[in-house]
């Protein structure tokens, strides 16, 4: 196989791009906890389906949650919370097979009530903590 200046910097462009296009991701998630939900829920009305999520918080104090492949992402303003276990988690509302999220719990910071509901409530937290 013979290499060409043209193919050289064809390739070490494209790698470029490619390292460069992942950047932004990766800044995205940085000191992001990654829960794992194993159940669909809706978060402001809007269907979200079971998987995996990113919830982080920012300097500001906004708490974000945010989908692995970065196609959904809410964000709200947090408050001091009632109990600080240091941990985040993920309150959802439970009316029979239906999960609204109530609140996002990232450490001593809650957001706001998000949802109200009628039935029993579910907490999800990291089954072991990846920080990214």
């Known amino acids: ?27 995205a998630t940085a000191g992001a906890t990654l829960l794992h939900v194993p159940f669909s829920f809706t978060v402001a009305g809007k269907a979200l389906p079971a998987g995996d999520y990113f919830v982080k918080r920012d300097t500001w104090n906004f708490i974000s949650l945010q989908s692995t492949d970065a196609s959904r992402n809410y964000v709200w303003i947090s408050r ?12 959802f509302g439970v009316d029979g097979q239906n999960h609204v999220l109530e609140s ?29």
């Open 80 to 91: 001091a919370a009632e109990k600080n276990d240091g941990g985040v988690s993920l309150h």
């Open 1 to 27: 196989m013979k290499l060409n200046l043209r193919t050289l910097v064809l390739a070490s462009a494209v790698t470029a791009t490619a390292a460069l296009a992942s950047i932004p991701a990766l800044a």
């Open 104 to 132: 996002v719990q990232y450490g001593a910071l809650v957001t706001p009530r998000l949802a109200n509901h009628v039935g029993s409530t579910e907490d999800i937290t990291p089954q072991f903590k990846i920080d990214r």
